[in-house]
């Protein structure tokens, strides 16, 4: 079984303010964003002149900015979004969208380095990952949305795929509509497209898992996950997949053979070896390749 023990990292380097003459300036991004006046920002300017300093180290001497307006306008310069303290429009789990400078967050993006050395292949051409885990509460969620989020920050077209028809969470995380979804689609839906775009954070979609239904095996078994996906590949990057928990359900090794691949998340002091050795198993059995297994020390 591959781990992700030592992981390599491809993230981004921290965004440098001299690096950044020919894109739009911080001061500007400030204003437009409501952070700060053009008054205030006149006075910030002055000080700057004076002094010798930077946009960011004058205006937070002048007690305008915080560190924390500075390194969010940064991000949005170098079109690295994340969302600002007390914005609250998505759920505070997500915490690449919230806390992307944070250990957890820096631990997402050597996993996702993993995970493009290992099965995002351009070469290849690979696009779909199922993430699994054995029992309700191990963290599947919790990491596949958050990684959805450090992969469409790399740029990646990156879509999130809820196919947990039990109980789904995806749409509770980024508060959008559950219905319509993945279980309408393969019902026959042909209504508009329910796959959602979100403003915040350019480059990532998500279908929601839609309305929860009697017979979510046998939806999932239909020849029409396989073609969405098919078809949901030709126009994304990367897909990640939300499953229920593989011991409870057998949906989600139906879902791990559709996408191709699958990813284990195993729990720090809950998930015991068995459990994973199972699994594993379980996903080798069914056809589709372990990619690797994440340990949420969460
Ligand atoms: N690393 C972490 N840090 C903080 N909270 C976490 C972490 N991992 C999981 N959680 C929280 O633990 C709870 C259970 O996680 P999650 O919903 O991702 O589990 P799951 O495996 O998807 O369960 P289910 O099979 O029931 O859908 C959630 O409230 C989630 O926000
Ligand atoms: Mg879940």
Redesign the pocket.
């Known amino acids: 079984m591959t781990t992700f023990a030592t992981p390599l990292s491809l993230s981004r380097p921290e965004p440098a303010e001299e690096d950044v003459v020919t894109r739009r300036s911080i001061g500007a991004i400030l204003i437009d964003s409501g952070r700060i006046s053009p008054e205030d920002a006149e006075r910030v300017l002055r000080a700057q002149k004076t002094h010798g300093q930077r946009f960011g180290e004058a205006a937070i001497q002048l007690g305008l900015l915080t560190e924390e307006d500075i390194r969010h306008a940064l991000s949005h310069q170098f079109d690295y979004q994340y969302l600002p303290a007390g914005d609250t429009s998505l759920s505070s789990?997500l915490?690449a969208a919230y806390q992307p400078f944070s250990e957890?967050v820096e631990q997402l993006r050597a996993l996702r380095s993993q995970l493009m050395l290992r099965w995002f292949d351009a070469d290849v051409r690979r696009k779909a990952l199922a993430v699994l885990?054995p029992?309700?509460?191990?963290?599947?969620?919790?990491?596949v949305s958050n990684l959805a989020i450090v992969f469409s920050q790399l740029g990646e077209r990156t879509l999130l795929i809820d196919a947990?028809l039990r109980?789904p969470?995806q749409h509770h995380l980024f508060r959008i509509d559950a219905r319509p979804g993945l279980s309408d689609l393969l019902s026959g839906y042909t209504g508009p497209s329910p796959v959602v775009r979100l403003n915040s954070f350019m480059g990532l979609s998500i279908l929601p898992a839609g309305t929860v239904p009697p017979n979510p095996q046998e939806l999932l078994g239909r020849e029409a996950f396989k073609d969405l996906i098919a078809k949901y590949s030709r126009e994304h990057d990367v897909i990640l997949i939300?499953t229920?928990?593989a011991g409870q359900y057998a949906d989600s090794q139906i879902i791990a053979t559709r996408a191709g691949a699958a990813l284990m998340?195993a729990?720090k002091n809950q998930t015991s070896t068995q459990q994973l050795t199972r699994l594993a198993r379980d996903v080798q059995q069914h056809g589709s390749l372990l990619v690797g297994s994440v340990l949420?020390?969460?």
């Open positions: 789990s915490v957890a885990a029992v309700s509460g191990t963290g599947a969620s919790f990491i947990n109980a969470t939300d229920p928990a998340v729990r949420n020390d969460g």
